[in-house]
């Protein structure tokens, strides 16, 4: 069992389970149609790895995936999808970087409210 499995194993609800692997796997799409992320990688174990050298201290782009998830988070505007539905994904993704890593330190630094109205 690779780490994505084991980490959606985790959720003891199968609806939750079912939400997070939809919100990563829309994400996912979009942002590797993007950045270009190795294609030979399982998608979270390249995600947890690339978060935990990017919150390293030091690191000169620290903040490389918030941009990455505030701009997928603005092109939901851009879709038929509902609001409710959007500050659900918004909330997903943000839960799904802050656990990735031990102490919830791939927490993301994002806005609470976000500037273009989409949650």
């Known amino acids: 069992m690779n780490a994505r499995d084991r980490w959606l194993a985790s959720f003891a ?7 997070y692997e939809k919100v990563f796997d829309m994400f ?3 942002a590797s149609s993007r950045y270009s992320p190795p294609a030979d990688v399982d998608p979270y ?3 947890v790895d690339h978060r935990r050298a990017e919150v390293k201290p030091g690191v ?8 990455i998830v505030a701009a997928w988070l603005e092109s939901l505007a851009q879709t038929d999808l509902e609001p409710s539905s959007a500050t659900t994904y918004r ?3 943000s839960a799904i970087f802050g656990r990735c890593l031990p102490q919830h330190a791939g927490t993301l630094r994002l806005p ?3 500037s273009d109205g989409v949650s």
């Open 112 to 114: 609470l409210e976000p």
């Open 91 to 93: 909330a997903v993704l």
């Open 13 to 19: 609800s199968e609806n939750t389970r079912d939400l």
């Open 45 to 47: 174990d390249w995600l």
């Open 60 to 67: 000169l782009d620290s903040l490389h995936c918030e941009r």
């Open 28 to 30: 996912w799409s979009w």
